[in-house]
């Protein structure tokens, strides 16, 4: 069965700090890999999404970047962090070309 | 006007209630539907899955689209204080291989004891 994991839970970090988020599926080949933001009570906003390796698009412009280094490995990435960057990061996985996606636990980051 | 619209809440309902939850969205290409609970600080998994018109039943919940009137909608029978989370739904057109999905903005769900 297929599994996402997401790293660190929770992460307090001062502006102008860099970050680092990353996310690994287990059990599956070439899946179609997002970030996405959700502020309080707020929906899902879509941040990146990438349908290969070293493949990736942007939704939102903003001081965020994702990477794709490995198949099964998305990271996302910031140099200074901003105190609008403070929110609830998920990362999904979807079978190449299906509409399903499938969430991770999330990242609850606060940068203060 | 957004492409999928879901009214936020909150919506409090007693115990064993039978609840109504709704999305409206107005690309007439979307075929695929899902609906996503989210309990508090966790992730959303997915519920329910519906491709094109029509019902589809798990368990206490059922899922119905009406393409006609691009409306979407998940029951709740027999409601419990465990269904209280946060409720969104998605969808898509299918139409690229990027499987991204629309979401609404989710509709919060407290089921009282």
């Known amino acids: 069965s297929q599994t996402i994991h997401q790293w660190p839970a929770t992460l307090v970090q001062p502006v102008g700090s860099p970050l680092s988020l990353e996310c690994t599926v287990e059990?599956?080949?070439?899946?179609?890999l997002y970030w996405y933001r959700q502020a309080a009570g707020r929906g899902l906003q879509l941040l990146f999404y990438?349908?290969?390796?070293?493949?990736i698009s942007s939704e939102v412009p903003q001081n965020l970047s994702a990477s794709r280094p490995q198949d099964r490995q998305f990271i996302l990435s910031s140099k200074k962090l901003l105190l609008s960057d403070s929110g609830f990061y998920l990362c999904?996985?979807?079978?190449?070309?299906?509409?399903?996606?499938?969430f991770g636990p999330g990242t609850r980051l606060l940068v203060l | 006007q957004k492409e999928v619209e879901q009214d936020p809440g909150p919506l409090s309902v007693p115990e064993g209630a039978i609840v109504s939850l709704n999305c409206t969205y107005s690309?007439?290409?979307?075929?695929?539907f899902m609906w996503y609970r989210q309990y508090s600080r966790k992730g959303p998994e997915l519920l329910m899955y519906?491709?094109?018109?029509g019902n589809k039943e798990d368990g206490r919940f059922t899922a119905q689209v009406d393409k006609s009137s691009k409306y979407i909608s998940l029951f709740i029978r027999d409601s419990q204080p465990s269904d209280s989370a946060t409720y969104l739904c998605?969808?898509?057109?299918?139409?690229?291989?990027?499987?991204?999905?629309?979401f609404g903005q989710g509709t919060t769900l407290q089921v009282k004891p």
């Open positions: 519906t491709y094109s018109s």
């Open positions: 998605a969808m898509s057109d299918g139409s690229s291989n990027t499987g991204k999905l629309i």
């Open positions: 990438s349908v290969g390796i070293g493949q």
């Open positions: 999904a996985w979807s079978v190449y070309a299906k509409e399903t996606q499938y």
């Open positions: 059990g599956t080949s070439n899946p179609n």
């Open positions: 690309n007439s290409a979307f075929q695929y």
